[in-house]
Nanobody, 126 residues
Framework: QVQLVESGGGLVQSGGSLRLSCAAS????????MGWFRQAPGKEREFVAA????????AYTDSVKGRFTISSDNAKNMVYLQMNSLEPKDTAVYYC???????????????????WGQGTQVTVSS
């Protein structure tokens, strides 16, 4: 089992920045794929970014490229999402997810991830 706990969400003005953190515990391995997803009210959960911890390979959805950066600290079992130039459309609950089976290209479908955190709210005001 893997436990994931997100933190770092909050209220920020348009153009501001936030860094989300995801603490992983339990059976975690460097080969895991770690992802960030988000879900806005009335919408489906959507892919934001992913990384394969062992190699540092990353993937992003088009709308966040150049603004968001996913990174991991394997020694600390932490995954981060640095979010810059935030826009009101980024408002959502952000979830950390883990997939034990690594593959390329990195998966973007939520159903391909086995473990999920409880989510952290990010609200961007205009």
């Amino acid at each position: 089992q893997v436990q994931l706990v997100e933190s770092g969400g909050g209220l920020v003005q348009s153009g501001g920045s936030l860094r989300l953190s995801c603490a992983a515990s339990g059976r975690t391995f460097s080969s895991y794929v770690m992802g960030w997803f988000r879900q806005a009210p009335g919408k489906e959960r959507e892919f934001v970014a992913a990384t394969r911890r062992i190699s540092g390979i990353t993937a992003y959805t088009d709308s966040v490229k150049g603004r968001f950066t996913i990174s991991s600290d394997n020694a600390k079992n932490m995954v981060y999402l640095q979010m810059n130039s935030l826009e009101p459309k980024d408002t959502a609950v952000y979830y950390c997810a883990a997939r034990p089976r690594s593959r390329l290209p990195l998966p973007k479908d939520p159903s391909e991830y086995d473990y999920w955190g409880q989510g952290t709210q990010v609200t961007v005001s205009s």
